[in-house]
């Protein structure tokens, strides 16, 4: 599985507006792509695996919950 690096923990986002007329512009719909930063490369969120996009988001909520001082519990049996 890919680490990720310090930085690849800010999500950011990219817009673009694809239009193929001049002055359509204001018709179309703006196309927003998720990017994470993984290994020093930019990924596009989409074209990962569902189940590296799930790891990667709990690990994105682990530690934005860590800097306000919250911790995961494993469940003890």
Known sequence: MQG?????????????????????????????????????????IESLPVEERERIGILIQDRMMELVGYRRKNASG
């Open 4 to 44: 990720l690096s310090e930085k690849g923990r800010n999500k950011y986002k990219q817009f673009s507006i694809q239009s193929t007329e001049r002055g359509d512009c204001m018709k179309k719909e703006p196309v927003i792509e998720n990017y994470i930063e993984i290994d020093g490369r930019d990924v596009l």
